[in-house]
């Protein structure tokens, strides 16, 4: 659990992300081949983690899903941006192929692991940038 952010703005994006993060999880739990729904959730997390971290900057984000965009102009605002290079770069094709039939066929296998590592490091990681990590669950 972390501690809300005092920006009702700021704390929407955070607060969506985490629900796309756990819609991917659960969605990997299923049991189900649910790739391409919890391909698009994980990339929808970092997305909006990232857009959430550039208004807690004071900075409105460009209206794009390319997280790699997103992620060179957040590494403007703060250089630890850089950071998040490659997780950004690991999700950055499913933001709209997992939407169509074929996907697969444009983005290559797929390792599920991976990607919720990827989206879970992006949202964990700007957590503690904006220092809401919640001390009491430590």
Known sequence: MRRSHPDPEVESYLRKAERDLATAVRMSESGQDFADIICFHAEQCAEKALKGL?????????????????????????????????????????????RYPGWEDLVGTVDIGDVLSSASAVLDQIGLWLDLKDESNE
């Not at 460009?62 to 403007?76: E, M, N, S, Y």
């Not at 703060?78 to 997992?98: E, I, M």
């Open 54 to 98: 550039m208004l807690a900057l004071g900075q409105v984000p460009p209206r794009t899903h390319d997280l790699v965009v997103l992620q060179q102009a957040l590494t403007k605002l703060d250089r630890r941006g850089a950071d998040l290079q490659g997780y950004c770069l690991a999700l950055s094709d499913y933001a709209v192929a997992p």
